[in-house]
C-alpha cells in the first residue's frame, strides 16, 4: 500500500523557520525524484522544490536561498527546511513523489499536504 504522508507544518511568524518532512512507503523511494509543491487560496498548485533519484535539486525563484530540500534513503523520507519564512510562504504543501518511464505514463503519487501558515 502506497503512503505519502507529510508533517511539520504549522503557524510561524514572518522571518521565522520550519521543516517540513514526507514519509513515504509502498513503493522503492530511492528511485523517485521528489517534490515539494505549495497551493496557497485561489491560487494554483505550484512547485516549490525538487530532488531527482540522483540528488540534483531545483527551486523555484521565490524560495532559492530561504528554503532547503534534501532526502534521506535510509529513511524515505524527504524535507524541506524554509527559512526565513515570509506571509507569502502561507500555503499548503504538498509532497509529490515521480517516477518517469519512457515506456510507459509516469508514476505519481502525492501526499494530503500540510498547512504553513506565515503571520504576526
Known amino acids: 500500500q502506497v503512503q505519502v504522508v507529510e508533517s511539520g507544518g504549522g503557524s510561524v511568524q514572518p522571518g521565522g523557520s520550519l521543516r517540513l518532512s514526507c514519509v513515504v512507503s509502498g513503493f522503492p523511494f530511492d528511485t523517485y525524484a521528489m517534490n515539494w509543491y505549495r497551493q496557497a487560496p485561489g491560487a494554483e498548485r505550484e512547485l516549490v522544490a525538487g530532488?531527482?533519484?540522483?540528488?540534483?535539486?531545483n527551486y523555484a525563484d521565490s524560495v532559492k536561498g530561504r528554503f532547503t530540500i534534501s532526502r534521506d534513503n535510509a529513511k524515505n523520507t524527504v524535507y524541506l527546511q524554509m527559512n526565513s519564512l515570509k506571509p507569502e510562504d502561507t500555503a499548503v504543501y504538498y509532497c509529490?513523489?515521480?517516477?518517469?518511464?519512457?515506456?510507459?505514463?509516469?508514476?505519481?503519487?502525492w501526499g494530503q499536504g500540510t498547512q504553513v501558515t506565515v503571520s504576526s
Open positions: 509529490k513523489a515521480v517516477r518517469t518511464r519512457s515506456w510507459a505514463k509516469d508514476l505519481v503519487y
Open positions: 530532488m531527482t533519484s540522483g540528488g540534483s535539486t
